[in-house]
Structures are given as structure tokens and as C-alpha cells.
């Protein structure tokens, strides 16, 4: 069993920068891959960017490249989203993932395990 809680969310002006945290309990070989999704109102939940434990490979939707960066520290077991350049389009709920496999990282199929999410407001 895995559990996330996620904290960080807020409201923020366009051009602002935000940091996600997600923390992480539970088995490790559960949280092999972990991610970040987001639902805006009325919007299907979408990957925003991805990374593997074993070797930090990271994934991102071409709509946050160069914006967002995604970060994991196994120490604290702690996963990370550093937002910069933030825009209205941004506004959504994040929430946290975490899978076992991860052959397709940008999958939402792939995840097991949801955090409830935090709020994130561009405005």
C-alpha cells in the first residue's frame, strides 16, 4: 500500500513560480515511477511530467518543457514539482502519483496510486 499527500498549491500570479511537494510512505517497489497529473474544471486528468526512481529519467508533456521540472529525493521520500513561468492554462488541481512499472510514465493507465490533490490558481 502506498500513500501520498501532496502540499505546495496556492495562488499565484501569471510569470510566478510554484513548488509541489508529495510525500511518499508505503512500499518502495510500489513507487518505482512516480508522477504528476493535473485537472483543470470540466478537463480530463493529464500527465504533466514523470520520473523513474531507479535511474531519474524524467518525462514531460511538451506543454510544461523548459517550464517545470519535475525532482525526487529518496532520502525523505519526498517527490517534487518546481513550476516557473506559470500561466492561467496552468490553473488546475495536481495530484500525485506513483506505480510499480513504469513502461509508459506519461500514462495515467500506469498509476496504482493518487494523491487528493492540490490546488493550483493562476490569477
Known amino acids: 500500500h502506498v500513500q501520498l499527500v501532496e502540499s505546495g498549491g496556492g495562488l499565484v500570479q501569471p510569470g510566478g513560480s510554484l513548488r509541489l511537494s508529495c510525500a511518499a510512505s508505503g512500499y518502495t517497489y510500489n513507487r518505482n515511477c512516480m508522477a504528476w497529473f493535473r485537472q483543470a474544471p470540466g478537463k480530463e486528468r493529464e500527465a504533466v511530467a514523470a520520473?523513474?526512481?531507479?535511474?531519474?529519467?524524467?518525462y514531460y508533456v511538451d506543454s510544461v518543457k523548459g517550464r517545470f521540472d519535475i525532482s525526487i529525493k529518496n532520502a525523505n521520500n519526498t517527490l517534487y514539482l518546481d513550476m516557473n513561468s506559470l500561466s492561467p492554462e496552468d490553473t488546475a488541481m495536481y495530484y500525485c502519483?506513483?506505480?510499480?512499472?513504469?513502461?509508459?510514465?506519461?500514462?495515467?493507465?500506469?498509476?496504482?496510486?493518487w494523491g487528493q490533490g492540490t490546488q493550483v490558481t493562476v490569477s
Open positions: 502519483a506513483a506505480a510499480g512499472a513504469s513502461r509508459s510514465p506519461l500514462n495515467r493507465a500506469t498509476y496504482s496510486y
Open positions: 520520473i523513474r526512481r531507479g535511474d531519474l529519467s524524467e
